[in-house]
Protein backbone atom coordinates (compact mmCIF):
# COMPACT_ATOMS: atom_id res chain seq x y z
CA UNK A 1 0.00 0.00 0.00
CA UNK A 2 1.29 3.55 -1.01
CA UNK A 3 3.12 5.69 1.74
CA UNK A 4 0.87 8.27 2.29
CA UNK A 5 3.25 10.60 4.12
CA UNK A 6 5.19 10.44 0.95
CA UNK A 7 2.06 10.58 -1.29
CA UNK A 8 1.22 13.56 0.55
CA UNK A 9 4.41 15.68 0.37
CA UNK A 10 5.19 14.42 -3.72
CA UNK A 11 1.51 15.92 -4.08
CA UNK A 12 2.17 19.04 -1.61
CA UNK A 13 5.28 19.05 -4.15
CA UNK A 14 2.96 19.08 -7.89
CA UNK A 15 0.52 21.54 -6.65
CA UNK A 16 3.25 24.15 -5.53
CA UNK A 17 4.75 23.52 -9.33
CA UNK A 18 1.30 24.61 -10.44
CA UNK A 19 2.79 28.45 -10.16
CA UNK A 20 5.32 27.41 -12.38
CA UNK A 21 2.44 26.58 -14.95
CA UNK A 22 1.01 30.02 -14.26
CA UNK A 23 4.26 32.16 -14.94
CA UNK A 24 4.69 29.91 -18.03
CA UNK A 25 1.72 31.37 -19.26
CA UNK A 26 2.55 34.55 -18.65
CA UNK A 27 5.89 33.98 -20.42
CA UNK A 28 4.07 32.86 -23.77
CA UNK A 29 1.50 35.16 -23.39
CA UNK A 30 2.26 38.18 -22.05
CA UNK A 31 1.48 39.68 -18.45
CA UNK A 32 -2.66 39.62 -18.36
CA UNK A 33 -4.19 43.32 -17.87
CA UNK A 34 -5.00 44.54 -14.98
CA UNK A 35 -8.72 43.51 -14.96
CA UNK A 36 -8.06 39.75 -15.88
CA UNK A 37 -5.35 39.52 -13.12
CA UNK A 38 -7.89 40.85 -10.83
CA UNK A 39 -10.50 38.15 -11.76
CA UNK A 40 -7.33 35.45 -11.21
CA UNK A 41 -6.81 36.33 -8.10
CA UNK A 42 -10.26 36.61 -7.65
CA UNK A 43 -11.00 32.89 -8.31
CA UNK A 44 -7.86 32.12 -6.53
CA UNK A 45 -9.77 33.27 -3.49
CA UNK A 46 -13.17 31.32 -4.09
CA UNK A 47 -11.04 28.33 -4.47
CA UNK A 48 -9.12 28.96 -1.23
CA UNK A 49 -12.22 29.90 0.78
CA UNK A 50 -13.62 26.19 -0.42
CA UNK A 51 -10.81 24.21 0.70
CA UNK A 52 -10.16 26.14 3.45
CA UNK A 53 -13.70 24.99 5.03
CA UNK A 54 -14.45 21.80 3.13
CA UNK A 55 -10.36 20.42 3.00
CA UNK A 56 -9.75 21.72 6.42
CA UNK A 57 -12.15 22.41 8.66
CA UNK A 58 -14.59 19.89 8.34
CA UNK A 59 -12.09 17.20 8.33
CA UNK A 60 -10.20 18.94 11.42
CA UNK A 61 -13.86 18.76 13.15
CA UNK A 62 -14.27 15.28 12.34
CA UNK A 63 -10.96 13.92 13.76
CA UNK A 64 -11.82 15.50 16.10
CA UNK A 65 -14.87 13.55 17.22
CA UNK A 66 -12.88 10.06 16.09
CA UNK A 67 -10.75 11.34 19.13
CA UNK A 68 -13.34 11.27 21.50
CA UNK A 69 -14.34 15.20 21.98
CA UNK A 70 -17.76 15.72 22.06
CA UNK A 71 -19.20 17.83 19.14
CA UNK A 72 -19.56 21.37 20.99
CA UNK A 73 -15.61 20.50 22.68
CA UNK A 74 -14.41 19.52 18.88
CA UNK A 75 -16.04 23.08 17.71
CA UNK A 76 -14.29 24.79 20.05
CA UNK A 77 -11.50 23.39 19.35
CA UNK A 78 -11.35 23.80 16.05
CA UNK A 79 -12.30 27.27 16.25
CA UNK A 80 -9.26 27.49 18.44
CA UNK A 81 -6.70 26.22 15.80
CA UNK A 82 -7.96 28.34 13.35
CA UNK A 83 -7.44 31.86 15.20
CA UNK A 84 -4.23 30.48 15.93
CA UNK A 85 -2.98 29.94 12.72
CA UNK A 86 -5.13 33.23 11.72
CA UNK A 87 -2.60 34.98 14.00
CA UNK A 88 0.32 33.40 12.99
CA UNK A 89 -0.32 33.96 9.55
CA UNK A 90 -0.97 37.81 10.61
CA UNK A 91 2.05 37.78 12.34
CA UNK A 92 3.95 36.83 9.46
CA UNK A 93 2.11 39.57 7.29
CA UNK A 94 3.44 41.88 10.03
CA UNK A 95 7.38 40.68 9.78
CA UNK A 96 6.98 40.62 6.10
CA UNK A 97 5.84 44.41 5.37
CA UNK A 98 8.47 45.64 8.25
CA UNK A 99 11.23 43.85 6.32
CA UNK A 100 9.71 45.74 3.07
CA UNK A 101 9.87 48.80 4.45
CA UNK A 102 13.56 48.63 5.43
CA UNK A 103 14.38 47.33 2.53
CA UNK A 104 15.82 43.58 3.58
CA UNK A 105 13.40 41.84 0.95
CA UNK A 106 13.57 43.92 -2.13
CA UNK A 107 16.93 43.80 -2.03
CA UNK A 108 16.95 39.90 -3.28
CA UNK A 109 15.05 41.45 -6.31
CA UNK A 110 16.81 43.43 -8.10
CA UNK A 111 15.83 47.33 -9.10
CA UNK A 112 12.51 48.39 -8.20
CA UNK A 113 11.38 51.86 -9.83
CA UNK A 114 9.20 53.40 -6.93
CA UNK A 115 9.14 53.31 -3.17
CA UNK A 116 5.47 52.44 -2.89
CA UNK A 117 5.83 49.86 -6.02
CA UNK A 118 8.82 48.17 -4.03
CA UNK A 119 6.85 47.89 -0.94
CA UNK A 120 3.69 46.96 -2.61
CA UNK A 121 5.17 44.32 -5.03
CA UNK A 122 7.36 43.36 -2.08
CA UNK A 123 4.42 42.60 -0.15
CA UNK A 124 2.34 40.54 -2.14
CA UNK A 125 4.71 38.07 -3.46
CA UNK A 126 6.30 37.26 0.28
CA UNK A 127 2.80 37.04 0.88
CA UNK A 128 2.24 34.72 -1.88
CA UNK A 129 5.15 32.80 -0.45
CA UNK A 130 4.61 32.73 2.90
CA UNK A 131 0.90 31.40 2.25
CA UNK A 132 2.13 28.68 0.38
CA UNK A 133 3.59 27.29 3.21
CA UNK A 134 -0.20 25.89 4.80
CA UNK A 135 -1.31 25.13 1.92
CA UNK A 136 1.65 22.55 1.66
CA UNK A 137 0.65 21.47 5.24
CA UNK A 138 -3.35 21.38 3.90
CA UNK A 139 -1.92 18.92 0.67
CA UNK A 140 -0.07 16.71 2.84
CA UNK A 141 -2.89 16.78 5.89
CA UNK A 142 -5.20 15.83 3.96
CA UNK A 143 -3.44 12.67 2.65
CA UNK A 144 -2.47 11.66 5.72
CA UNK A 145 -5.97 11.97 7.23
CA UNK A 146 -6.99 8.68 5.47
CA UNK A 147 -8.79 9.64 3.17
CA UNK A 148 -6.80 8.99 -0.22
CA UNK A 149 -10.26 10.67 -2.12
CA UNK A 150 -10.01 14.12 0.44
CA UNK A 151 -6.13 14.16 -0.94
CA UNK A 152 -6.68 14.67 -4.61
CA UNK A 153 -9.20 16.87 -4.44
CA UNK A 154 -6.96 18.95 -1.97
CA UNK A 155 -3.80 18.92 -4.23
CA UNK A 156 -6.51 19.84 -7.31
CA UNK A 157 -8.21 22.64 -6.00
CA UNK A 158 -4.80 24.40 -4.56
CA UNK A 159 -3.41 23.62 -7.93
CA UNK A 160 -6.00 24.90 -9.79
CA UNK A 161 -5.58 27.94 -7.84
CA UNK A 162 -2.09 28.53 -7.88
CA UNK A 163 -1.84 29.05 -11.52
CA UNK A 164 -3.92 32.27 -11.09
CA UNK A 165 -1.38 33.02 -8.15
CA UNK A 166 1.56 31.84 -10.20
CA UNK A 167 0.24 34.20 -13.31
CA UNK A 168 -0.19 37.03 -10.90
CA UNK A 169 3.21 37.06 -9.49
CA UNK A 170 5.24 37.18 -13.07
CA UNK A 171 3.11 39.51 -14.46
CA UNK A 172 3.75 42.27 -11.35
CA UNK A 173 7.31 41.29 -12.20
CA UNK A 174 7.26 42.08 -15.67
CA UNK A 175 5.71 45.03 -15.01
CA UNK A 176 9.46 45.99 -13.51
CA UNK A 177 11.51 45.04 -16.90
CA UNK A 178 11.77 41.28 -15.85
CA UNK A 179 12.61 38.95 -18.84
CA UNK A 180 9.63 36.67 -19.16
CA UNK A 181 12.30 33.16 -18.35
CA UNK A 182 13.12 35.30 -14.99
CA UNK A 183 9.37 36.12 -14.15
CA UNK A 184 8.03 32.45 -14.84
CA UNK A 185 10.99 31.14 -12.39
CA UNK A 186 10.21 33.43 -9.83
CA UNK A 187 6.36 32.43 -10.34
CA UNK A 188 7.50 28.66 -9.58
CA UNK A 189 9.79 29.60 -6.89
CA UNK A 190 7.39 30.88 -4.75
CA UNK A 191 5.12 27.39 -5.25
CA UNK A 192 8.14 25.34 -4.20
CA UNK A 193 7.75 26.06 -0.92
CA UNK A 194 4.70 24.19 -0.34
CA UNK A 195 6.74 20.51 -0.59
CA UNK A 196 8.26 21.73 3.08
CA UNK A 197 4.90 22.94 4.56
CA UNK A 198 3.99 18.96 3.28
CA UNK A 199 6.98 17.48 5.09
CA UNK A 200 6.32 19.58 8.35
CA UNK A 201 2.63 18.75 8.25
CA UNK A 202 3.69 14.82 8.01
CA UNK A 203 6.49 15.04 10.57
CA UNK A 204 4.38 16.46 13.01
CA UNK A 205 1.13 14.03 12.53
CA UNK A 206 3.90 11.10 12.23
CA UNK A 207 4.62 12.44 15.52
CA UNK A 208 1.08 12.21 17.26
CA UNK A 209 -2.07 11.84 15.50
CA UNK A 210 -3.21 14.28 18.33
CA UNK A 211 -1.67 16.82 16.32
CA UNK A 212 -3.73 16.23 12.99
CA UNK A 213 -7.10 17.89 13.62
CA UNK A 214 -5.07 20.84 14.90
CA UNK A 215 -3.02 21.08 12.27
CA UNK A 216 -5.88 21.39 9.95
CA UNK A 217 -7.34 23.95 11.87
CA UNK A 218 -3.77 25.74 11.65
CA UNK A 219 -3.91 25.20 8.50
CA UNK A 220 -7.05 26.63 7.59
CA UNK A 221 -7.21 29.79 10.02
CA UNK A 222 -3.78 30.59 7.67
CA UNK A 223 -5.18 29.82 4.54
CA UNK A 224 -8.06 32.64 5.38
CA UNK A 225 -6.36 34.93 7.13
CA UNK A 226 -4.64 35.44 3.46
CA UNK A 227 -7.72 35.78 1.72
CA UNK A 228 -9.62 38.56 4.03
CA UNK A 229 -5.77 40.40 4.45
CA UNK A 230 -4.47 40.37 1.53
CA UNK A 231 -6.26 38.89 -1.50
CA UNK A 232 -9.73 40.45 -1.26
CA UNK A 233 -8.71 43.63 -0.56
CA UNK A 234 -6.48 43.82 -3.29
CA UNK A 235 -8.98 43.03 -5.58
CA UNK A 236 -11.73 45.55 -4.00
CA UNK A 237 -9.34 48.30 -4.52
CA UNK A 238 -9.36 48.15 -8.21
CA UNK A 239 -12.69 47.84 -8.10
CA UNK A 240 -13.04 50.21 -11.36
CA UNK A 241 -11.60 47.54 -13.08
CA UNK A 242 -14.76 45.42 -12.86
CA UNK A 243 -15.97 43.29 -9.67
CA UNK A 244 -14.05 39.83 -8.65
CA UNK A 245 -16.91 38.71 -7.12
CA UNK A 246 -18.16 36.72 -9.92
CA UNK A 247 -14.76 34.77 -10.30
CA UNK A 248 -14.41 34.46 -6.70
CA UNK A 249 -18.10 32.50 -6.78
CA UNK A 250 -16.65 30.19 -9.77
CA UNK A 251 -13.66 29.42 -7.43
CA UNK A 252 -15.71 28.33 -4.69
CA UNK A 253 -18.23 26.71 -6.46
CA UNK A 254 -15.24 24.72 -8.34
CA UNK A 255 -13.68 23.80 -5.36
CA UNK A 256 -17.05 22.68 -3.71
CA UNK A 257 -17.62 20.32 -6.60
CA UNK A 258 -14.55 18.70 -6.40
CA UNK A 259 -14.74 18.36 -3.00
CA UNK A 260 -17.86 16.71 -3.58
CA UNK A 261 -17.26 14.65 -6.58
CA UNK A 262 -13.76 13.46 -5.42
CA UNK A 263 -14.97 11.86 -1.58
Do not use: Y
Not at 184 to 197: D, I, R, Y
Request: aromatic share 6%; with cysteine.
Amino acid sequence: MPDPALIGIIASLIAGAMTGLGGAVVAVSGPPDERRQILLIGFAAGVMIAAAFFSLILPAFDQMRVGGASAAMAAVGVIAAVWIGAAAMGRMGLLADTLAVRGAIPARFGTWPEAEDKRRIALFIVAMTLHNLPEGTAVGLSFMSGDPQLGWATMLGIGIQNIPEGMAVAALLATLGWSRTRCAAAALATGLVEPVGGALAVALVEASAAVLPWALGFSAGAMLFVVVAEIIPHTRRRIEHGSATPALMAGLVLMMVLDVSLS
